[in-house]
């Protein structure tokens, strides 16, 4: 995988579409841009130029917009041409086989992203801000890659890798030069600087905890008595009609899913079967698949038909609604509320709604995307989430400068000391890639798209 390959690969998903793009690196690109655009004159940098893209017989293959960025200046490093032609797969693959006659290799996925890493252009966590950003599912997502893209975690690194370096220069010290000529200095100084260090890097390492709810998304189980208005509560979620509503108990057998609109997590709500006693063998089995639903969902929307008295609900289901992971549905308010509701589940917020149609869905979303928040499942808005890759090594960081610390009390270990500070200091340059680890980096750009 060589940087003086000129590599090519389409940056669009194949499939028809107004217009599909292909990316050209490397050191074949001047040529490429004379031959296959028949231009005597190179092209004019970072300017839109169409052209005729002809294939080594001279055929004309598609018109195309071109694209030029110089060697240094370009996203990769490298010199890059970007053809913007029509989104016809046929028409994509001519181009990308011809570019491939013509001397250039395959795209490996995420290589331009990884070139662009090699030379220095961005850092190892810029990188993953790329990736997050094709891969986000939700707003919440698409946020926290930006701020990747932008560097801040980067700029958190390099402000952590000082002030340990300032840190473990004064232990250098003590060992470089014997203790008589730093009468002053107490090797132990540096402890305060570590165990603050210790604390910040073990907090930013927890918020990978929201890793998985941003990448995977969250699920939130629909749970009650038949007839309470489950089904009713999932399509005003959903904003369409997914599941069956009827004036009928026991109408939802087999579990629903569909995705909920408008939050700022990709969020599935599960629509489940009511559970009541006795019923038939396939309303109990639909029952048995509700609880597991309910077991295993992040979140729960227990929904409850406020007209009638309070549901008798299976102690299975009881025990899963955890107050904090858990929303009462006070449904059907436009009748009258039956009054043994309000000593219902008194330690669980509750929510009043009318599901007969869309007119609540707005509310019950934003106090459902709320109640993740507080319920620790979900990042708030202006929280920096940093990935389980960023936690591990922030985790070794913050374990080595604990030791770090331990070495300085007495008996005062400086050299152990120093070395702990060395160890962290590498963990660090592991999150922004100052290290050289081949096998991390190729797993870490497999993942990427090809063409990115
Ligand atoms: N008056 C009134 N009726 C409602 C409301 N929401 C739902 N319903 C009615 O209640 C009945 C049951 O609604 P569903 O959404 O099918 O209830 P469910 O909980 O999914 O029922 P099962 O699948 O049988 O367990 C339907 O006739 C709905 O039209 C409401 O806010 N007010
Ligand atoms: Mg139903």
Redesign the pocket.
């Given at each position: 995988m060589s940087a003086s390959d000129t590599i090519v690969a389409a940056a669009t998903p194949s499939g028809r579409s107004a217009l599909a793009v292909v990316r050209i690196d490397g050191p074949l690109v001047p040529s490429l841009s004379a031959d296959g655009l028949g231009r005597s004159a190179p092209l004019t940098e970072r300017r839109a130029t169409t052209a005729v893209w002809r294939d080594m017989k001279g055929e004309p293959v598609d018109q195309v917009v071109a694209v030029r960025w110089a060697a240094g200046r370009s996203f990769t490093g490298g010199d890059t041409l970007e053809l913007t032609c029509h989104g016809n797969p046929l028409l994509v693959r001519r181009i990308v086989e011809d570019v491939l006659a013509r001397g250039a290799r395959m795209a490996e996925p995420g290589e331009f992203t990884r070139r662009a890493f090699l030379a220095g252009r961005i850092d190892l966590t810029q990188a993953e801000g790329v990736a997050g950003l094709i891969h986000a599912t939700g707003e919440r997502a698409l946020a926290a890659a930006r701020r990747l893209l932008a560097g801040e975690l980067g700029r958190l690194v390099a402000g952590w890798s000082d002030r340990l370096l300032t840190a473990a220069a004064t232990l250098e010290a003590h060992i470089d030069f014997p203790e008589e000529d730093l009468p002053e200095e107490d090797p132990r100084g540096p402890a305060a600087a570590l165990a603050s260090l210790v604390s910040e890097l073990s907090g930013y390492a927890g918020t990978a905890r929201h890793d998985a709810a941003l990448r995977a998304g969250l699920r939130v189980a629909v749970v009650?008595a038949?007839?309470?208005?489950?089904?009713?509560l999932l399509n005003a979620l959903a904003g369409s009609a997914r599941a069956l509503?009827?004036?009928?108990?026991?109408?939802?057998r087999d579990w629903i899913e569909a995705p909920v609109g408008g939050l700022p997590l990709a969020v599935t709500a599960v629509?489940t079967?009511?559970l009541r006693d006795g019923g038939g063998a396939v309303e109990r089995a639909g029952m048995e698949r509700s609880l597991e639903q309910a077991e295993s969902a992040h979140f729960l929307l227990l929904?409850v038909d406020a007209s009638a008295p309070p549901p008798a609900l299976p102690s299975r289901l009881t025990s899963a609604l955890v107050p904090g992971r858990c929303l009462v549905v006070s449904?059907?308010?436009?009748?009258p509320e039956h009054p043994a509701q309000s000593a219902f589940m008194p330690d669980i917020p509750r929510i009043k709604?009318?599901?007969?149609d869309g007119r609540d869905a707005e509310r019950i979303r934003s106090r459902l995307s709320e109640a993740l928040v507080a319920a620790d499942l979900a990042p708030g808005a202006e929280e920096l989430v940093v990935s389980v890759r960023h936690a591990d090594a922030l985790r070794r960081a913050a374990a080595a400068l604990s030791d770090a610390r331990r070495h300085l009390s007495a008996p005062v270990q400086t050299e152990l000391a120093a070395e702990k500070c060395r160890e962290a200091l590498d963990a660090l340059g592991e999150i922004v890639g100052r290290i050289d680890n081949e096998r991390m980096l190729d797993k870490l750009f497999a993942s990427f798209c090809i063409g990115k």
């Open positions: 009650g038949p007839n309470a208005g489950k089904s009713s509503v009827s004036a009928e108990a026991g109408t939802t629509d079967a009511g929904v449904n059907k308010s436009d009748l709604a009318c599901l007969l």
